[in-house]
């Protein structure tokens, strides 16, 4: 999987598990790190985990595996490293702290309404 297809079925995921608020900034003309930070939030622990759980066993089917991954015990914020795609799942609480999104505000966000279902 290129990129770009690891970070749409990651927003899949994230959409499948009803995550709130996703957003998706293209980083790759503002670093080298990666090339999309992937963002949402959950309603809760028990949510955050899950969102994680089924980004990390959709990709593992496609045998796509994380190099790493922080922040499932404490559910605040869970991070998650596929190389060229970041995802960050945050508590509400936890996102607005943290505001990633301002941080990296020189990124491009990328249009995900024809990935995503409507509510």
């Not at 914020?77 to 799942?89: A, K, P, Q, R």
Request: hydrophobic share 40%; proline share 1%; aromatic share 8%.
């Amino acid at each position: 999987m290129n990129s770009k297809q690891t970070m749409e079925a990651v927003v899949k995921c994230m959409d499948s598990k009803k995550a709130a608020d996703i957003k998706v900034l293209d980083i790759s003309g503002v670093t080298t790190m990666a090339d999309y930070f992937v963002i949402c939030q959950g309603n809760s622990g028990t949510q955050m985990k899950a969102i994680a759980e089924e980004v990390e066993e959709k990709l593992s089917e496609q045998g796509v595996q994380p190099l790493g991954r922080e922040g499932m015990s404490t559910a605040y914020w869970i991070l998650m490293d596929y190389g060229d795609v970041i995802v960050h799942i945050f508590s509400s609480e936890s996102r607005g702290f943290y505001s990633i999104e301002n941080l990296w505000s020189d990124a491009a966000e990328v249009d995900i309404s024809s990935i995503v279902t409507e509510d």
